[in-house]
């Protein structure tokens, strides 16, 4: 199975900052299996974040410009991603 962006982040948070449980992880052969794990987790914690910052700074009406309405989805991702970065220090 393949790791996604927030899979990818967490391995390489381990790497960097926790060199010595991801050797432990890579020699048990269960790297893969703690980091797809850790990923779900990431994106039900990143789904729950995005529906609150969803609900703090409501969408652009319809009637708004294309560009605002991208501009938002671009905002909000960031935010979503910021707060994840965060949880991912918790690997």
Do not use: C, T
């Not at 960097?16 to 914690?45: A, N, Q, T």
């Amino acid at each position: 199975m393949k790791l996604g962006k927030y899979g990818v982040w967490a391995k390489k948070y381990l790497e960097e900052y926790k060199p010595f449980k991801f050797s432990r992880l890579v020699m048990d052969g269960s790297v893969m299996d703690y980091l797809l794990e850790f990923e779900y987790h990431l994106k039900g914690y990143a789904n729950l974040v995005e529906f609150e910052l969803k609900e703090k700074f409501p969408a652009p009406s319809e009637n708004e410009s294309f560009v605002e309405q991208v501009n938002y989805i671009y905002m909000i991702q960031e935010m979503v991603d910021e707060f994840v970065m965060e949880e991912v220090k918790l690997v």
